[in-house]
């Protein structure tokens, strides 16, 4: 899997790497040829996924939202997962 980084500094505190890491097993364990492009805002983090191929969105977005589920963090998904092909998300800090 390719993840890209933008705006995110070398240091980043535990609890932010311990999600992003089991966000990235989850990613893996569903489509292992997916790419993942994490920006940093001063307010959120935003996400970008795309799938390898279509067919593995709709169980990408499933384990998307169980994992952020178990967690209760709320998603702020786009509406455009059809027509586009990603998975855009965000998540307030």
Same mark, same amino acid.
């Given at each position: 899997?390719?993840?890209?980084?933008? $705006?995110?500094?070398? !240091?980043? &505190?535990?609890? *932010?790497?311990? /999600?992003?890491?089991?966000? !990235?097993? @989850?990613?893996? +364990? !569903? *489509? #292992?040829?997916? +790419?993942? #492009?994490?920006?940093?805002? &001063? =307010?959120? /983090?935003? $996400?970008?996924? !795309?799938?390898?191929?279509?067919? /593995?969105?709709?169980l990408l977005l499933e384990e998307l %939202?169980? $994992? =952020?589920?178990?967690?209760? @963090?709320?998603?702020?998904?786009?509406?455009?997962?059809? +027509?586009?092909?990603?998975?855009? $998300?965000? @998540?307030? %800090?």
């Amino acid at each position: 899997m390719q993840v890209n980084t933008k $705006f995110v500094s070398q !240091v980043i &505190p535990d609890n *932010d790497m311990i /999600y992003l890491n089991r966000l !990235v097993a @989850i990613i893996e +364990s !569903v *489509d #292992e040829l997916s +790419s993942l #492009e994490i920006t940093k805002n &001063p =307010h959120s /983090y935003q $996400f970008r996924l !795309v799938a390898s191929l279509p067919k /593995y969105n709709e169980l990408l977005l499933e384990e998307l %939202l169980k $994992f =952020h589920n178990l967690l209760r @963090i709320k998603l702020n998904l786009s509406k455009s997962i059809k +027509s586009s092909s990603t998975i855009c $998300f965000e @998540i307030n %800090l």
